[in-house]
C-alpha cells in the first residue's frame, strides 16, 4: 500500500507513523512544505484521554513524550486586580518544536519518508499514484480547496485578533489576565509548555485592535506593546515572536470528509479554537482513527467512510464547545460587572465542558466561595435559590416549560391537564407554566389546543390552580397566553407537525398574507379593525387568567405565532404603520403587552417569550432580540423568556446542548432585564452551572419533566440537599431518597486466576 501525506504537521506525522508502525511493508511519503524545525506557535497542551490513546497505539512515541512534559493543575483569573484560583484541572504540554522533533525520529526509525522544504504534488497526481492520500495540510488546505465540490467546507471568520507569542519564564499555572484599556478588553492566554518557556497568546476584538493602532503597526512594535500592556502577568519580562503575526479564527466545518481515495485530517478537516486547546489533540485523535480503520475495515473506501463516521459526532461535540468558548471571550465585555468569583466561574465553565458539579470535585473551596459570593445559603444548590418577579416569590429556579398538549376538548382543559400540570407541580418545580392558552378560537394551533376565551374554560383552569395552590403550597402556576397566526389550523405534532388538517379548517389572519409552508393555508393580512379586535381579545382572556387565579402571565411573541409574525422582517412585509422598521414592527405586540398589563393585577408579573434568531437569513438576529427585549422591559415586563426560531420552515438551527443559552445570557447583560433559558438544557448540573454564572435566572425544561414529572425534586435528592428550595408533599416523603437498586458491598476477589 502507498500512502501520500500532504503535510508535517503533528496529525500527519503521527498517521505516518501509525500506519508505518502497523504494516511496515506500506510506502509512506510525507510532504512538508517547511524546514524541519519551522513551525508556528509555541506550545501544546495534551489531554490525558488523548495520551491514552497514544500510550496504547505507540509506547515509543508516549515515552518520548513523557520525559518532556510540563504539567500543572491551576487555572489563575486575573480581572480588575484580583487573581481568583481554582485547582485540580490538570494539564500537560510540550514545545511544538519537541513534539515534531519526537514525530520526526518516530518516522524516520520506522522507514517513513520525509521530504522537508518540499511542495507536495496536486492532489491529483498524488491520488493517481498512490492507494490513499492523507490530506494533514492545515486550516488553509489547498487540497480542501481543490475539491471544495465534493468536501462542502464552510469557513467562518470570528472576531477577534490573536497572535501568538512566548515568554522565556514558566507561569505557574494557566493564566487569563484581562486589561481594560482606554481602546478596550483585550485578554491573554498563558500556560507553560517547558520549564524556561511559555506560551503567551494575546486576543482582542477587531474594532479594539484597529482603535489601539496594532492594525499599523510594525511586527516588533506590536510585540513590545503586548508586552507593556501585560507587564505585571509577564513579570516586566519581553515577549518573542515565531514569525507570529495577527490573525483571525477560522472555524471550519467540512461535510464530507472524503472524496475517492483523499481523506482530510486534522484542521483541513475541521478546527476548534484555541482557548479549549483542541487543535493538535483532534488532529492526533483523528490519525489513531484512521489508522484503526484501516485495520480493520477490507478496502480504503470503507476505512475512510469508518473513520469519518467515527470522527464527525466527536468532532462537532467539540466544536460546539469551541464555538462558545470563542463566543464567550468575543463577547467579554459583558461579563466584566460581574463579582470577581463570578466572573471567574463563567470564565471556566464557558465551553460548558466544565459544569458546576465537575468543578466542585476538581476545586471545592473554589465553588463553594463562588456559591457564598452569589447568596447561596449553606449546602444549597444554586437552582435552589429563591428568585422574586414582582410581587411573587419562586422557591427554585426551574420552570416547567410550557409544552401544547393538544388534548383539550372545546378550549376546555379537562382532567388530562389537571393530572399533567399538577402532577409536575407537586414535582418541586418553582414555576409551572400551562401550554399556549388561546385567546380565541381562530388562534387556536390544532382542534386539541386549551382557550381562555370563554367563561366554562376559565373554570377549567381555575379547577387547575386551586388543585396547584392547595397541594403543591410554594409552586407558582404561570398562563401562557398567544395567538396561533398563520400556524393555526393544524394537526396535532404526533399526527404531522405544522401540517393542515385535511378537514375542518378555519380561515387564518397574520401579519402579512404569507402561508407556513407551501402546503399551508394562506392567511388574511389583518386589518387596522382586527388588529383592534385581537388586542381586546387578549385583554379579556387576561382578565380571566385573573379570576382563574395564575400567578403570572406570559405573552407568547415566539415561534411564529401571531405577534412573532410582526416581529420579523421575515413574515412581517406590511407597509403601514405596523411594519417596516424594528420599532414598527414592534409597535402591535407592544400595544397588546399593554394593554394585557394594564387588565393583569399590578402585583403579579408578566413575562413575554420571544424568538431570539429566526436561523434564517434575512431574519430576527440576537442584537434584534435585545433591542425587543429592551423595548417590553420599558413597557414593564418582568423578565424575557428567550426561545429561538420556528418562525419560518426554512430555518436552519445550530442544536446542541443548551445551544438556545447565548442569547438569554446576552439580553440579560445588554438589556438588564431578568431572562429564562430555554433549550436543550437537561441536567440539573447544567441548572446549576448556568444559575451561578450569571448567564441566566431561571431555567425552563420542558422534555425532561416529561420523562420524570419530579425532576426538580429528583435533582434535589441526587444532590443530597432537603430545604426549603424542594419541599417534598408529605405522601411523598418516602420517596426522597433514591431507591437501593441492588447490592453494592459484595466482598471483591482477591486474585484472579488464569490459564485455566
Same mark, same amino acid.
Given at each position: ?33 517547511? %524546514? ?20 496504547? $497505539? ?64 496536486? +492532489? ?59 481602546? &478596550? ?120 467512510? %469508518? ?20 463566543? !464567550? ?78 388534548? $383539550? ?48 374554560? %376559565?373554570?377549567? !383552569? ?29 394537526? +396535532?405534532? !404526533? ?93 402591535? +405586540? ?30 430576527? /438576529? ?13 413597557? &414593564? ?19 446542541? /446542548? ?12 445588554? %438589556? ?51 430545604? +426549603?428550595?424542594?419541599? !417534598? ?28
Amino acid at each position: 500500500m502507498r500512502v501520500a501525506v500532504i503535510g508535517g504537521g503533528p496529525g500527519g506525522l503521527y498517521a505516518a507513523a501509525l500506519l508505518k508502525r502497523l504494516d511496515p511493508s506500506r510506502e509512506i511519503t510525507v510532504w512538508e512544505r517547511n %524546514a524541519p524545525d519551522e513551525t508556528f506557535g509555541f506550545g501544546v497542551v495534551l489531554s490525558d484521554e488523548t495520551l491514552g490513546g497514544i500510550e496504547h $497505539a505507540d509506547p515509543v512515541v508516549y515515552d518520548a513524550l513523557q520525559r518532556h512534559f510540563v504539567r500543572w493543575d491551576d487555572i489563575d483569573i486575573v480581572h480588575r486586580g484580583a487573581t481568583h484560583r481554582s485547582g485540580g484541572h490538570g494539564f500537560a504540554a510540550l514545545g511544538r518544536r519537541r513534539l515534531l522533533q519526537i514525530l520526526h525520529d518516530r518516522c524516520r526509525s520506522l522507514g517513513v519518508d520525509l521530504r522537508f522544504s518540499t511542495e507536495a504534488p496536486h +492532489p491529483d497526481t498524488l491520488s493517481a499514484g498512490y492507494d490513499l492520500v492523507i490530506a494533514a495540510d492545515g486550516v488553509h488546505s489547498t487540497t480542501r480547496a481543490a475539491y471544495a465540490d465534493a468536501f462542502r467546507p464552510r469557513l467562518t471568520e470570528h472576531r477577534c485578533r490573536y497572535i501568538w507569542l512566548a515568554a522565556d519564564f514558566p507561569f505557574d499555572a494557566f493564566r487569563f489576565e484581562i486589561a481594560e484599556t482606554e481602546h &478596550g478588553v483585550m485578554q491573554l492566554h498563558g500556560y507553560p509548555y517547558a520549564a524556561d518557556a511559555s506560551t503567551v497568546i494575546v486576543e482582542m476584538r477587531e474594532e479594539v485592535w484597529k482603535a489601539a493602532g496594532f492594525d499599523d503597526a510594525t511586527p516588533r512594535e506590536s510585540i513590545e506593546r503586548c508586552a507593556k500592556i501585560f507587564a505585571d502577568a509577564l513579570r516586566g519580562r519581553p515577549l518573542h515572536s515565531n514569525n507570529s503575526v495577527w490573525t483571525t479564527f477560522r472555524t471550519v466545518v467540512n461535510e464530507h470528509w472524503s472524496h475517492a481515495n483523499v481523506v482530510l485530517l486534522g484542521d483541513a478537516a475541521h478546527t476548534a479554537h484555541f482557548s479549549i486547546g483542541s487543535g493538535t489533540k483532534l488532529a492526533v485523535e483523528d490519525a489513531l482513527a484512521l489508522a484503526a480503520c484501516l485495520e480493520e475495515q477490507p478496502d480504503t473506501a470503507r476505512a475512510s467512510a %469508518a473513520y469519518e463516521q467515527e470522527r464527525k459526532p466527536v468532532v462537532a461535540s467539540t466544536q460546539r464547545a469551541a464555538r462558545a468558548s470563542l463566543e !464567550w471571550f468575543e463577547n467579554l465585555g459583558l461579563y466584566l460587572g460581574q463579582p470577581p468569583r463570578q466572573f471567574a466561574f463563567n470564565l471556566l465553565t464557558r465551553s460548558r465542558r466544565v459544569t458546576h458539579d465537575n468543578l466542585r470535585l476538581r476545586d471545592a473551596r473554589f465553588t463553594e466561595a463562588v456559591e457564598r459570593e452569589f447568596g447561596c445559603p449553606p449546602a444549597t444548590p444554586p437552582m435552589f435559590t429563591p428568585f422574586r418577579l414582582r410581587g411573587l416569590t419562586l422557591r427554585n429556579r426551574v420552570v416547567v416549560s410550557p409544552m401544547d398538549m393538544y388534548s $383539550a376538548t372545546d378550549g376546555v382543559p379537562g382532567d388530562f391537564h389537571l393530572v399533567h400540570l399538577g402532577a409536575r407541580a407537586l414535582g418541586g418545580a418553582g414555576l409551572v407554566m400551562t401550554e399556549m392558552v388561546c385567546v380565541s378560537e381562530e388562534g387556536r394551533i390544532t382542534p386539541g389546543c386549551t382557550g381562555l376565551y370563554t367563561g366554562r374554560q %376559565a373554570e377549567g !383552569w381555575r379547577r387547575v390552580t386551586d388543585f396547584v395552590h392547595t397541594q403543591a403550597p410554594g409552586t407558582a402556576i404561570g398562563v401562557q397566553l398567544g395567538h396561533a397566526g398563520r400556524k393555526g389550523s393544524t394537526k +396535532p405534532m !404526533w399526527e404531522g407537525m405544522d401540517e393542515p388538517l385535511p378537514r375542518g379548517n378555519w380561515p387564518l389572519v397574520a401579519a402579512s398574507p404569507l402561508p407556513y409552508k407551501p402546503d399551508s393555508q394562506t392567511p388574511r393580512q389583518l386589518s387596522r379593525a382586527q388588529l383592534t379586535d385581537i388586542r381586546e381579545q387578549f385583554t379579556a382572556a387576561a382578565w380571566r387568567a385573573a379570576r382563574a387565579g395564575f400567578d403570572l402571565l406570559e405573552l407568547h411573541c415566539a415561534h411564529g405565532y401571531l405577534l412573532s409574525g410582526f416581529l420579523s422582517p421575515l413574515t412581517n412585509h406590511r407597509t403601514d404603520a405596523y411594519g417596516g422598521s424594528p420599532e414598527r414592527r414592534l409597535r402591535f +405586540p407592544l400595544e397588546v403587552f399593554d394593554a394585557v398589563r394594564a387588565v393583569w393585577p399590578a402585583e403579579r408579573p408578566m413575562t413575554v417569550r420571544i424568538s431570539a434568531t429566526d436561523w434564517a437569513e434575512g431574519g430576527t /438576529r440576537a442584537e434584534d432580540a435585545v433591542e425587543t427585549a429592551r423595548a417590553f422591559a420599558a413597557h &414593564g415586563a418582568d423578565a424575557i423568556d428567550v426561545s429561538t426560531g420556528q418562525v419560518v420552515a426554512e430555518e436552519r438551527p445550530e442544536f446542541g /446542548r443548551s445551544y438556545q443559552t447565548p442569547f438569554a445570557d446576552r439580553i440579560r447583560h445588554e %438589556a438588564g432585564v431578568p431572562v429564562i433559558a430555554v433549550g436543550a438544557i437537561s441536567s440539573w448540573d447544567d441548572v446549576n452551572s448556568l444559575i451561578l454564572a450569571g448567564r441566566t435566572d431561571l431555567c425552563a425544561l420542558g422534555r425532561p419533566h416529561l420523562y420524570d414529572p419530579h425532576w426538580t425534586l429528583h435533582a434535589a435528592a441526587e444532590q443530597g440537599y432537603d430545604g +426549603p428550595g424542594a419541599v !417534598w408533599p408529605a405522601p411523598y416523603r418516602a420517596g426522597s431518597r433514591r431507591p437501593q437498586t441492588g447490592r453494592t458491598d459484595a466482598p471483591k476477589p482477591r486474585l484472579s486466576l488464569t490459564g485455566f
